[in-house]
Structure formats: C-alpha cells, structure tokens
T-cell receptor, first 113, second 115 residues
Framework: SQELEQSPQSLIVQEGKNLTINCTSSKTLYGLYWYKQKYGEGLIFLMMLQKGGEEKSHEKITAKLDEKKQQSSLHITASQPSHAGTYLCGADRGSGSARQLTFGSGTQLTVLP | DTEVTQTPKHLVMGMTNKKSLKCEQHMGHRAMYWYKQKAKKPPELMFVYSYEKLSINESVPSRFSPECPNSSLLNLHLHALQPEDSALYLC??????????????FGPGTRLTVL
C-alpha cells in the first residue's frame, strides 16, 4: 500500500517567515494532492500535482513534485496567521474510475503574530 | 454552488441508537466518499460511490451502512456503534472524469460521539 511520510510533524514559525513542508512516498506518485485543515473542520483543497517536475502556486503557497515523482514539497512565503492549520498531502492510489486517496499524517503549522 | 454540505454538525448517540449522517452536493459530481478521521490522525477512506453505485468498501464494519439515493445525496446509516467509533466523519465528492485526476471537495464533517 502507498505510504506517505510528512515532515516535520509540527512547525512553529514567526509571522513573515518562510517555511517548507515535505511529503515523501514509498511508491511513485501518480497524483499528489495538498489539503489544509483547520481543527475539527473539513479539508480545503490547495493544489494537485501530476507530472514530474511540476510546480504550482496559489497566492503565497507553492507546491512542487520532484522529477522522480516520489517527493513533494509545499512552500509558504511570508507566512501569516491565516496560514495556520494542518497540512495534509494525499496520494491517489486508485486505478479505477473513483479516486482513492491515502493521506500523510499531516503537518501542524502554528504562525505566531 | 461549489460546496459539500453535511448534517448534522454534531451528533451524540448511545450504543443502541440508530442514526444517519447526510451529505449533499450540487456540483454534478458523480463520485462521493465517506471518510473517518480520529483526533490528530489523517482521514481514512471508508466508502466510495461512483455513479450511485458502491465501488469501494474499505472493510468497514456492517454497523456502518452507506446509501446513495441519487447523484446529489449520500447517507451513512449508523446502528449499534461502539465508543471507539467516535470521530469526525467527512464526506467528499469529485467530478469523476474519465481522463486525468480531479480533486475531492470535502464537507465540514459531522462530529460523532458514541456514549
């Protein structure tokens, strides 16, 4: 089964600082998803990466999928308190018509004002 | 309408009760999902419906019974649950395109407590 490891498990940064979260897979990634979750709430979709070397950005968040498609990173520039939450990477392990996502254990981000 | 709604937001039930969780989306998505999330853990897939048919059951106990009455609705019927079933239950939907991959849109979840 697909295993995803995220690092770090938790992160505390001062507002305005940059940070990076990593997601490493034990298998080749065919679809890699990044979500954000506030405590006790649903997941908010951030980005999806499919191709090796692909990079996507949304506002101050950039995600990359490495060429070998076994690792992804999420980079936040000039962090703000609104970025606080748990970031989850998810891998698509489905080969059929419905998507089966397996999630990493998450990175809990705290941004100090 | 680009959201997935779930009701109720909170549910407390006894081990002998029967209750149902509801999920609704009006985005025309043809795949719908139930996930279970324990505290400080990632969501775990329970069921997947594709075109209103159950396509994946991740070995979930029979005390959880999913139902997809139509393409917009997904229910999860609960009966004789155990305290360890207490968790956040998340519903999601996706476009179910034949080519490429589509993101899953998640609802806000139902916080279930079993006494």
């Amino acid at each position: 089964s697909q295993e995803l490891e995220q690092s770090p498990q938790s992160l505390i940064v001062q507002e305005g600082k940059n940070l990076t979260i990593n997601c490493t897979s034990s298998k080749t990634l065919y679809g890699l998803y990044w979500y954000k979750q506030k405590y006790g709430e649903g997941l908010i979709f951030l980005m999806m990466l499919q191709k090796g070397g692909e990079e996507k950005s949304h506002e101050k968040i950039t995600a990359k999928l490495d060429e070998k498609k076994q690792q992804s990173s999420l980079h936040i520039t000039a962090s703000q308190p609104s970025h606080a939450g748990t970031y989850l990477c998810g891998a698509d392990r489905g080969s059929g018509s419905a998507r089966q996502l397996t999630f990493g254990s998450g990175t809990q981000l705290t941004v100090l004002p | 309408d680009t959201e997935v709604t779930q009701t109720p937001k909170h549910l407390v039930m006894g081990m002998t009760n029967k209750k149902s969780l509801k999920c609704e989306q009006h985005m025309g998505h043809r795949a719908m999902y139930w996930y279970k999330q324990k505290a400080k853990k990632p969501p775990e897939l329970m069921f997947v419906y594709s075109y209103e048919k159950l396509s994946i059951n991740e070995s979930v106990p029979s005390r959880f019974s999913p139902e997809c009455p139509n393409s917009s609705l997904l229910n999860l019927h609960l009966h004789a649950l155990q305290p360890e079933d207490s968790a956040l239950y998340l519903c999601a939907s996706s476009q179910e395109g034949l080519a490429g991959r589509d993101e899953q849109f998640f609802g806000p979840g139902t916080r279930l407590t079993v006494l």
